[in-house]
């Protein structure tokens, strides 16, 4: 089974949502996400619940616990094997807020926008 690769999201302006949420996690909470990240990339769209879970229009979780403390991993699928993390969350309500799943699905309309760009910039040359 061929392996998928993870991307950080990062804005126009560099910045990488993810890595900042993960700078922000103790210790053991980031070994856990980079677990689950790895179960992520090695079963791709195959890795359902406990560990992912589908939101909203192609905008998935995945879903990590430690002791009593749950966060939470948005990400969607590219062509190609890829798939992007978005950006993650310290869950504190039953459901996900939908601000976040928002949030998630700008920064995927950002993100193939600008692949499209480089896909047409790539044409040209």
């Known amino acids: ?12 302006q560099k910045e990488c949502p993810m890595l900042d949420f993960l700078n922000g996690l103790d210790m053991k909470m980031r070994a856990k996400v980079a677990r689950t990240v790895d179960l992520l990339r090695d079963n791709g ?45 310290v869950k504190k309500t039953q459901k996900t807020p939908p601000a976040e799943i928002d949030r998630a699905k700008r920064y995927r309309a950002d ?6 760009e480089n896909d047409e910039a790539g044409k040209e040359n």
């Open 1 to 12: 089974m061929q392996n998928n690769e993870i991307i950080f999201y990062r804005t126009v």
């Open 45 to 89: 769209g195959d890795l359902r619940e406990p560990y992912s879970k589908p939101l909203s229009d192609g905008i998935f979780e995945l879903r990590i616990k430690v002791g009593t403390n749950i966060t939470r991993v948005l990400y969607f699928f590219v062509i190609g094997n890829k798939i992007v993390l978005t950006h993650g969350f």
């Open 111 to 116: 993100y193939l926008s600008r692949q499209h």
